[in-house]
């Protein structure tokens, strides 16, 4: 029995597949085969997988439905959280989703699963990432301050979700926890969050997240030991494709 974590899978059986990334990078050739014999090889029955967002390309549900058979399929527990690019998911009718997937997909929302005496917290984040311009050494040359403004508002709001997941959890007697955002913790300017500032207010022994794929990405956020919390990249192609352990 053991606790595995991935992100940006990206299916795209029913969809259109427009990002250069993914049509060029040799990592992404035949992804799909390729995580899903990592799969058999490395997972259980017993076994927990949580999926970071960002798990279809599809515009809505019907288009989601192939990509998320595949997942169905995939050995183990399946815990899925929202990422940007999960078009078919409104966090408001994450009831009806978990109704329609029972027990085959758990689609993880302002509340909390649980693996051992852990409880599994997490929410798709948000990091104020790209109205910015950043020079050779690192110095902002540009800002959008409207576009700022626009970002705090959902950071706020994730914050709030990910607060209501800890509660739950908390009053429910868990004192040990596990978090998954899709978003980094931090942007490339940021040393700390609110994310990471949260992960200290609980306790969190580990934050894992995803969202940075692309080598010019892998290195956007914190990765390693940060004011006593294990923060971990756990995004598909930074991975190739294997399952992360998180906890055995």
């Not at 989601?64 to 899925?80: A, Q, V």
Request: with cysteine; net charge negative.
């Amino acid at each position: 029995m053991a606790l595995y974590a991935i992100g940006d899978l990206h299916l795209h059986y029913q969809s259109v597949l427009k990002a250069p990334g993914q049509l060029k990078d040799r990592v992404w050739k035949n992804h799909e085969e390729k995580f899903k014999k990592n799969c058999e090889k490395l997972l259980s029955p017993e076994d927990t997988l949580v999926l970071m967002g960002d798990h279809s390309w599809g515009k809505n549900l019907a288009e989601c439905e192939k990509d998320l058979e595949y997942i169905c399929d995939l050995p183990g527990r399946k815990i899925l959280t929202r990422g940007n690019h999960d078009m078919f998911w409104d966090a408001k009718k994450t009831a009806q989703l978990n109704e329609l997937y029972r027990q085959r997909l758990v689609f993880l929302q302002d509340s909390y699963e649980t693996y051992r005496d852990y409880a599994l917290v997490g929410t798709k984040g948000y990091t104020f990432e790209g109205p910015f311009l950043v020079d050779r050494r690192g110095r902002v040359v540009d800002w959008d301050e409207a576009e700022e403004a626009h970002a705090k508002k959902l950071v706020n709001r994730e914050l709030s979700r990910l607060r209501t997941s800890f509660e739950l959890a908390k009053a429910d007697g868990y004192r040990k926890f596990i978090m998954f955002l899709h978003y980094p913790p931090t942007n490339i300017l940021e040393e700390r969050s609110g994310f990471t500032d949260m992960a200290e207010e609980y306790g969190a022994e580990q934050v894992i997240y995803a969202h940075c794929h692309g080598e010019s990405r892998f290195h956007d956020s914190i990765q390693g030991e940060f004011r006593g919390r294990l923060y971990r990249l756990a995004s598909g192609d930074f991975l190739k494709w294997q399952p992360l352990q998180i906890l055995e």
